[in-house]
């Protein structure tokens, strides 16, 4: 581990210099004064002075020397579609959609709302902001009405860019007219709505006034030129809204040149992608991994981006691997759950195909369990790498970094820190660092290398008393997550220290489900939980207090009202965060002060020992409980 360790070591005691070689991977049109500004802890600033742009990274520079080459490939199992676009291609569309945003008064600094499936034309508008130096906050589109409202009040957005509908498993999923109704209960929403009109939801309804029609605006556009804008280092490029333990999503505000040297540096030294190389990453550009590895560290890296819309199921589960085959992908970036879904189908799916471009097979989003990753081994005969982040790093915090060092991976661990992370593993009650074996928080001794959250958007305070203040007598970053590390220093993430569950990788706050089940008007209470599931990791579930007794006394009654209950949750924050099961109790556990024993009622469910009961204030809530769960 000679090499890696050294790699390691250089970037947290010779920093600026390590980093000042990682900056020469991108483009600066006006060099940095200083690596670094740590003078206000926890908050950095990397690159001070320094200017840039991201969309000249990820596209501009690319065009002289491999403007006829792949840039993005789109290829759409549900609608059939596929189209590659070159790098000279993809100038042109974001040339075209930065033009159009411009002539509606998108600025500089302003924030735009992309609300899209996943179509082309999403990369080109995200693209096209940062070209602006205009803010964009993706909103992961299976999010509803009221989720997308609370976004757009954080963010207050000049604009907001989606489609007609998405398409899922060849079902129309409307888009428009949950804008609509987001728009109409939001406090500030935008002015404009800008729709790419696919053709599949025929009947949308069109605001005057306030509706335009992206290939109409697109068109008018045509050919034109708009100048990237020289952003300084830390200007923000742009948000992503992530769930917490309370009901109110954080907006993790990302900069500008740290994040573009994050993303660079990651491309080389973790996924091993030469530029030209294929990249194929199967996430939503509504999450980080989006973010990062279909558009912006590809791109940056002067590699092919294969953007795929459909199930990795569809037309049948060998898709993924033709669509491999047939792009000589050589880096593949998935979840455990798709994974898993997979594995449940017969390898000749996989065996059809030439996967001799594959070299790597990177996992992350949800812990990696040992069966899926030797299967995924066994099957692909590929490096599989489990890496551990966050929305909040942005990139790789613990990860094998093949491009530094071949270390060998252990199943069931992410390996090791990656570099510039100084990761430690923490007791939470004393804050003291944990021996080997020990079970600690993950923490980061800031600051936070370049790439990482650089506050939460218009909350400076929330940013420090959420993630550097619960450690006790340091000012660590916490992860949240509960970890060990082993006598040859590989680490093995355990799951959430807080009330944040993993549903197939996306995560979601207990709390704001809580809160979408109280949206129905006969709850009186409720608390939910995440429970084990064998493919998705974990699944919410409700107990709740109805308002009126008689309407859940038998068993049509509760289903009735457990299926409003879960339309609810689908109204209000989206079908991912929907209650696999809602069980009628008329007491919920608690302690003596109020608070919910979360803990307490996740063990039952998972049939394990509730734990210390002495401060519950009636032992009979847990009896209810169980005889809930008993009943299913
Ligand atoms: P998100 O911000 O939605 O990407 O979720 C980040 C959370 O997912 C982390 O805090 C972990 O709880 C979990 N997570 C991400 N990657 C891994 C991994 N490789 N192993 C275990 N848990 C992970």
């Known amino acids: 581990m000679k090499a890696y360790e050294q790699f390691h070591s250089r970037s947290l005691q010779d920093r600026d210099a390590f980093w000042r070689d990682e900056a020469r991977l991108i483009d600066w049109h006006a060099p940095f004064d200083a690596v670094l500004d740590y003078s206000r802890p926890p908050f950095a600033k990397w690159f001070v002075g320094g200017r840039t ?36 291609a993809l100038f042109d569309e974001v040339n075209a959609v930065a033009a159009l945003l411009k002539a509606q008064g998108v600025a500089r600094g302003d924030r735009v709302l992309i609300y899209m499936p996943m179509i082309a034309e999403a990369v ?38 989606t489609a007609d509908a998405g398409m899922r498993a060849h079902k129309a999923i409307p888009y428009k007219p949950l804008v609509d109704e987001a728009l109409r209960i939001a406090r500030h929403p935008p002015e404009k709505v800008i729709v790419v009109d696919r053709g599949i939801d025929r009947g949308f309804a069109r605001t005057a006034g306030r509706d335009l029609d992206y290939a109409e605006l697109r068109n008018a556009h045509d050919g034109a030129r708009v100048p990237c804008e020289w952003l300084e280092s830390s200007e923000p490029s742009y948000i992503l809204f992530t769930s917490g333990t309370t009901g109110q999503p954080k907006g993790v505000q990302r900069d500008t040149g740290g994040h573009a040297v994050a993303l660079a540096s990651s491309m080389r030294r973790i996924f091993c992608l030469e530029p030209g190389e294929t990249m194929f990453t199967t996430s939503d550009i509504g999450w980080v ?21 459909g199930l990795p199921i569809q037309p049948d589960p060998g898709i993924w691997w033709k669509i491999v085959e047939e792009n000589r992908v050589k880096t593949m970036f998935s979840s455990p759950t798709a994974t898993r879904v997979l594995k449940k189908h017969d390898p000749a799916y ?29 099957a692909l005969g590929v490096a599989i790498v489990d890496n551990y982040w966050q929305t909040e790093s942005g990139w790789p915090i613990l990860a094998a970094q093949l ?52 506050t939460v958007w218009g909350n400076d305070e929330r940013f420090v008393s959420t993630y550097f203040s619960t450690i006790p007598g340091r000012q660590l970053y916490s992860t949240f997550d509960w970890a060990t590390r082993d006598d040859d220093g590989y680490y093995f993430v355990l799951g959430r220290t807080d009330d ?43 107990f709740a207090v109805a308002k009126d007794a008689s309407r859940v006394a038998d068993d049509a ?21 929907r209650p696999a099961r809602v069980h009628f109790v008329t007491l919920l556990p608690k302690t003596r002060s109020g608070k919910l024993l979360r803990r307490s009622i996740q063990a039952l469910a998972e049939a394990r020992d509730p734990g210390d009961l002495t401060t519950i204030e009636d032992p009979a809530a847990l009896e209810q409980i169980r005889k809930a769960l008993a009943s299913t």
């Open 403 to 454: 491009g530094v060092e071949d270390t060998p991976r252990k199943l069931g661990s992410p390996s090791f820190p990656v570099y510039g992370y100084d990761v430690t593993l923490v007791d939470a009650l004393t804050g003291r660092d944990v021996g080997t074996n020990e079970k600690g928080v993950i923490a980061i001794e800031p600051p936070l290398p370049p790439g990482c959250m650089t």
């Open 289 to 309: 991994v989006g973010h990062s590895y279909i558009v912006y560290g590809p791109l940056i890296n002067g590699s092919p981006s294969v953007m795929y819309e």
């Open 124 to 161: 080109f508008a995200m693209l096209a902001c940062t070209r602006l130096g205009a803010i964009h906050s993706v909103v992961f589109g299976g999010f509803a009405a009221a989720s997308l409202a609370t976004r757009i009040d954080d963010a207050r957005p000049r604009l907001l860019v």
């Open 500 to 542: 944040v569950i993993n549903v197939a990788g996306h995560r979601i706050g207990t709390r704001e489900i809580e809160e979408a089940v109280q949206a129905h008007s006969g709850i009186a209470e409720v608390a939910v939980v995440g429970v084990r599931d064998e493919v998705k990791g974990q699944v919410p579930i409700a």
């Open 350 to 378: 996989i065996r059809k195909h030439d996967l001799g471009s594959l070299e790597y097979l990177f996992l992350a989003g949800e812990p990696l369990d040992e069966p899926t990753a030797r299967w995924a081994s066994d």
């Open 557 to 577: 009654g509760r289903d009735a009202m457990a299926r409003e209950v879960q339309q609810t949750v689908d109204r209000e924050l989206g079908a991912i965060a």
């Open 53 to 88: 742009n991201l969309c000249h990274n990820a596209v501009d520079r690319h065009v002289p020397a491999r403007g006829e080459q792949p840039a993005l490939i789109y290829i759409s199992t549900e609608t059939n579609q596929s189209k590659t676009y070159s790098y000279a």
